[in-house]
């Protein structure tokens, strides 16, 4: 599992086209991020990242997003182990991270929030990393965040930690075996 896996099949919605994205895609990524940010009730729910970190992500192929023709209504990051494997999820919380994902950076646009994007990310993912032989997928997510705790948490993923992460940003850890 030392490259990057392919999905055999991309997931499909009503009118949005799920697509790989690459380092042109990054303007839409950080206008979406600052749509997102803006719309939340509390800007600590989500630590934002700049854009050379989500060109980087899109260079190895780990940025999956879906599109309503030319806007981008959502996307998501999924993170092999091997790209980041002294500060993957799993190391950060003592558990051994060969065959782990880590789901991070998922974003959905406020106009098309309560669409099911984040369902199908979650399952484009969990299939991409099943297929990977993987065992595991880990995300964090701050523990006032209820709507994403319930997302994951009905997503079959269980909190396995609580610590400072983020610039001391207190996060849960979370977890879905395979």
């Known amino acids: 599992?030392?490259?990057y896996p392919l999905p055999k099949t991309q997931p499909t919605m009503d009118t949005l086209t799920c697509l790989r994205l690459t380092r042109g895609h990054t303007p839409a990524i950080l206008s979406l991020q600052s749509a997102m940010l803006a719309?939340?009730?509390?800007p600590c729910w989500y630590y934002p990242?700049?854009?050379d970190v989500f060109a980087a992500c899109c260079d190895r192929g780990e940025c999956f997003g879906f599109f309503d023709g030319e806007q981008l209504a959502g996307f998501g990051i999924?993170?092999?182990w091997h790209i980041r494997p002294t500060t993957c999820y799993a190391i950060k919380i003592g558990d051994a991270p060969e065959h782990t994902f880590?789901?991070?950076d998922v974003m959905v646009s406020p106009q098309y929030r309560r669409?099911?994007?984040h369902t199908a990310l979650l399952r484009l993912f969990e299939q991409i990393a099943r297929d990977a032989d993987a065992h595991s997928l880990y995300c964090t997510i701050a523990p006032a965040n209820l709507p994403s705790v319930a997302s994951f948490t009905k997503a079959g993923f269980r909190c396995v930690g609580v610590q400072p992460a983020?610039?001391?940003m207190l996060r849960g850890y979370y977890r879905k075996s395979l």
Not at 39 to 42: M, Q, S, V
């Open 1 to 3: 599992m030392l490259s």
């Open 39 to 42: 719309a939340l009730p509390d």
């Open 49 to 51: 990242s700049p854009g």
């Open 78 to 80: 999924l993170t092999p």
């Open 102 to 104: 880590d789901f991070q």
């Open 115 to 117: 669409r099911g994007i």
């Open 166 to 168: 983020y610039e001391g």
